[in-house]
């Protein structure tokens, strides 16, 4: 990724070390330009930096899907809540401004597209199939087990499938996205490699 967007990357809210977005950005280089590429979960799109600057390398194009209300743990009182996200007119979250400024900025608006709306909803209106699926939504059982089961049909043979945040050791942190790894390696996605918490796998043919 060029210097200017690792910079950008550098002062962008969200949740994912350099290390594991330069991860991020690979995949999405590997990623077959055929067909396009989704994240569960934009935020302030930091992440979106990552997998988009790929797609303006490729030829390729993101979809980041985010309803922009934020997961439970983004709520207030929670630990990874953020003031400055909550809309004063409604007092409810609100990340869709942040995302769109880092996307704006980051040069990338021809190759980074907003869906914004409930994924498991969005997901059961969607049909075109995907090279790379990105899952860092709700990290609940319910919500990441549901984001796995409504795309990863959409993903094409050999297609990548990325998952945020699994902790194999409860002691590092919640068990859902890793119970959503081993789903997918019992479902026959072979294991491709690992950066910090961000795990991936092919899927089968
Ligand atoms: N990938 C981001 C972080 C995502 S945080 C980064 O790199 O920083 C998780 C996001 O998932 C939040 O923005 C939240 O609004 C979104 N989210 C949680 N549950 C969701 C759901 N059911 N549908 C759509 N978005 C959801
Ligand atoms: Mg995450």
Same mark, same amino acid.
């Given at each position: 990724m060029n210097g200017r967007l690792m910079e950008l990357a550098g002062r962008t809210r969200g949740f994912m070390p350099a290390e594991e977005g330069l991860a991020l950005h690979q995949l999405g280089l590997e990623a077959s330009p055929s067909h396009p590429m989704?994240? @569960? /979960?934009g935020y302030c799109g930091l992440s979106a930096l990552y997998l988009g600057s790929a797609a303006q390398e490729t030829g390729s194009v993101l979809f980041s899907v985010d309803h922009h209300r934020g997961s439970e743990e983004n709520q207030a009182g929670w630990e990874h809540h953020d003031p400055e996200l909550v809309?004063?007119?409604?007092?409810?979250?609100?990340s869709l401004p942040f995302f769109r400024r %880092?996307?704006?900025l980051g040069g990338l608006e021809a190759h980074v597209f907003a869906v914004v709306g409930a994924s498991v909803e969005v997901?059961?209106? =969607?049909? %075109? &199939?995907?090279?790379?699926l990105f899952i860092d939504g709700g990290h609940g059982e319910e919500p990441a087990m549901a984001d796995y089961e /409504? =795309?990863? &049909?959409?993903? @094409? &043979?050999g297609a990548f499938l990325a998952i945020h945040d699994v902790f194999p050791d409860p002691v590092d942190g919640g068990q859902a996205p890793f119970h959503v790894f081993t789903r997918a390696r019992a479902d026959g996605f072979v294991e491709g490699g690992a950066a910090g918490s961000l795990r991936w796998?092919?899927?089968p043919s």
């Amino acid at each position: 990724m060029n210097g200017r967007l690792m910079e950008l990357a550098g002062r962008t809210r969200g949740f994912m070390p350099a290390e594991e977005g330069l991860a991020l950005h690979q995949l999405g280089l590997e990623a077959s330009p055929s067909h396009p590429m989704l994240e @569960v /979960g934009g935020y302030c799109g930091l992440s979106a930096l990552y997998l988009g600057s790929a797609a303006q390398e490729t030829g390729s194009v993101l979809f980041s899907v985010d309803h922009h209300r934020g997961s439970e743990e983004n709520q207030a009182g929670w630990e990874h809540h953020d003031p400055e996200l909550v809309d004063a007119r409604t007092g409810r979250m609100d990340s869709l401004p942040f995302f769109r400024r %880092t996307i704006e900025l980051g040069g990338l608006e021809a190759h980074v597209f907003a869906v914004v709306g409930a994924s498991v909803e969005v997901a059961a209106a =969607w049909a %075109t &199939p995907l090279s790379l699926l990105f899952i860092d939504g709700g990290h609940g059982e319910e919500p990441a087990m549901a984001d796995y089961e /409504g =795309w990863s &049909p959409r993903l @094409v &043979p050999g297609a990548f499938l990325a998952i945020h945040d699994v902790f194999p050791d409860p002691v590092d942190g919640g068990q859902a996205p890793f119970h959503v790894f081993t789903r997918a390696r019992a479902d026959g996605f072979v294991e491709g490699g690992a950066a910090g918490s961000l795990r991936w796998l092919r899927a089968p043919s």
